[in-house]
């Protein structure tokens, strides 16, 4: 017994024996009415077929009616329907979250609520989101002024810009993050990480000018109530020579006068045996990981 899905038949396959000496057997006819080979059929299998397929016809009939007249009942209440769907998404997504959460040993920060543009963050036992608590090594900062990052390569400063924000951003958001009970922040109003890019030929732009225009955007845009993380501005070419060095040290100095929030990382031990260390705006503070 076959089932031909092209055709939607059902049919016997001759092989040559007896089955084709059959006087019930019927050449099958394909949906073109032409005959195919080696395939027979009988009238009760015929009528079976047809009674089959006019009821799946008539069964998709009737679940289209009934489904037509559900959505005519619930179409006055399809608003409510629709809110009620979206916090069940929301819902699962926090449980997941709680649930995951927990196990890793995450917590919540405390939150200030006060309406003031003073700005702070101190985060207890950090460790980046992505790995296990057990096995990173954690940090405890204090983040309330604009900060100078410096220390060698491979020495995890990436690691520390990105695990900040990312936990500022969970607490702001109300969920948990890799940091310890007792760890509290103020509430910000944006979030800025600008870390290395890549030139953009489609758009003409180089990827030191795609740089300096996401930092435009940034200076633009940001406020005393932001949190501020670029990594490594200039990437290989503003030591170069004093003349490109005066661009970070520019964008340090703005941003220290408006009293912003962040880590800005650079070579400081670097540009210390270029430039006088004067050159850096007075009462920025420095934050070296290899004093950590």
């Given at each position: 017994m076959i089932y031909d899905v092209y055709n939607n038949l059902l049919m016997f396959k001759d092989e040559g024996g007896s089955i084709?000496?059959?006087?019930?057997?019927?050449?099958?006819?394909?949906?073109?009415?032409?005959?195919?080979p080696r395939r027979l059929t009988t009238q009760r299998t015929k009528t079976?077929?047809?009674?089959?397929?006019?009821?799946?016809?008539?069964a998709r009939l009737i679940v289209k009616n009934?489904?037509?007249?559900?959505?005519?009942?619930?179409?006055?209440?399809?608003?409510?329907?629709?809110?009620?769907?979206h916090w069940a998404v929301i819902l699962e997504a926090a449980s997941s979250h709680t649930r995951l959460a927990k196990m890793k040993g995450w917590n919540l920060p405390t939150l200030s609520e006060s309406t003031s543009d003073e700005t702070f963050m101190k985060l207890y036992n950090l460790t980046p989101y992505w790995l296990s608590r057990e096995e990173a090594v954690s940090n405890t900062l204090v983040l309330d002024s604009i900060y100078l990052l410096s220390a060698p390569n491979m020495s995890g400063k990436?690691?520390?810009?990105?695990?900040?924000?990312?936990?500022?951003?969970?607490?702001?958001?109300?969920l948990f993050a890799p940091i310890s009970s007792g760890s509290n922040m103020c509430r910000y109003d944006?979030?800025?990480?600008?870390?290395?890019?890549?030139?953009?030929?489609?758009?003409?732009?180089?990827?030191?000018a795609l740089e300096m225009d996401d930092l435009r955007v940034i200076l633009r845009d940001c406020s005393h109530r932001s949190l501020i993380m670029v990594d490594e501005l200039g990437r290989g070419k503003l030591l170069a020579c004093i003349a490109h060095i005066r661009i970070p040290i520019s964008v340090y100095a703005y941003v220290y006068e408006h009293i912003y929030t962040g880590i800005i990382y650079m070579y400081i031990h670097i540009l210390n045996h270029k430039m006088n260390e004067q050159a850096l705006p007075r009462g920025m503070d420095q934050l070296s990981l290899e004093h950590c």
């Open positions: 084709s000496e059959d006087k019930n057997l019927e050449k099958v006819l394909d949906r073109n009415h032409k005959v195919i079976s077929l047809s009674n089959y397929i006019s009821k799946c016809q008539n009934t489904l037509q007249n559900l959505s005519d009942a619930l179409i006055k209440d399809i608003a409510a329907i629709v809110q009620c769907s990436s690691t520390l810009m990105r695990s900040v924000l990312v936990a500022a951003l969970l607490g702001n958001c109300g944006n979030f800025f990480l600008r870390t290395a890019s890549y030139d953009v030929p489609s758009t003409g732009m180089s990827s030191f």
